[in-house]
């Protein structure tokens, strides 16, 4: 099968080495399909596409300075990483050839707060329009930046992934499904567990919750 790429949000070198198994091959590509469980299993359980990879958007202008990108945080640190272009409105929706060249805002009219998503235009606001606002973007998690760059995975969400990759290793070795009992007032239900509770804890505080 081998590693989702676009996906994975920890390597199989760091997830073997959480495992113990730095010593042989032999697992590799059962870890690799654990990683892509997992990392899956985030997105899912956060609503978002946590891995970093690059969008293209389109959004309706609501007469306001500020807007939400659908995904985040955001990558930025130069007007190569994020263009942001408003039109008063659209001849065409079939295409973004009604954004061209002057219609971008100059990058030193921009403000982003790469952790929420959020774009602010200095002394402007976004003019209300249908599909009138593109965004050429950046967002997610790096698994290969350095540890000191702002848009490297945090520790906590590669924990959890790490969490679950060794949870489902270790399922599979032993050919065993997991289950947790939760009691009621008419007795109890048995889950098979999917991921550990540590791990449903750590991804809780990476969903949605901007407004």
């Known amino acids: 099968m081998g590693l989702d790429t676009n996906n994975n949000l920890t390597t199989l070198a760091l997830a073997k080495q959480y495992i113990g198994s730095t010593g042989t ?3 590799d590509s059962r870890i690799e399909s654990a990683i892509n469980s997992a990392s899956h299993r985030a997105n899912s359980h956060t609503g978002r596409l946590l891995k970093k990879r690059s969008y293209d958007e389109i959004y309706n202008g609501d007469g306001s300075q500020r807007m ?7 990558v ?17 929706f079939a295409s973004t050839t009604d954004f061209d060249s002057d219609s971008q805002v100059d990058y030193s009219d921009i403000f982003v707060n ?8 200095k002394d402007n606001d976004f003019m209300k329009g249908t599909e009138n606002i593109r965004v ?6 790096s698994t290969t930046s350095a540890s000191t760059s702002s848009d490297h995975i945090p520790a906590d969400l590669q924990d959890a992934v790490h969490e679950t990759v060794a ?4 399922k599979q070795r032993q050919r065993a499904w997991l289950t ?10 048995n889950f098979y567990d999917t991921m550990p509770q540590m791990a449903w804890s750590a991804l809780d505080s990476y969903k949605d919750y901007r407004g």
């Open 76 to 92: 930025e640190s130069s007007s190569s990483q994020i263009q942001v272009y408003v039109v008063g409105a659209r001849d065409s």
């Open 25 to 27: 091959t032999d697992f």
């Open 68 to 74: 939400l990108t659908t995904h985040y945080p955001i």
């Open 136 to 141: 050429v973007y950046s967002a997610g998690y």
């Open 180 to 189: 947790r009992s939760v009691a009621h007032d008419d007795g109890s239900v």
């Open 114 to 121: 790469s952790e929420r998503g959020e774009i602010r235009l």
């Open 167 to 170: 949870f489902q290793f270790e």
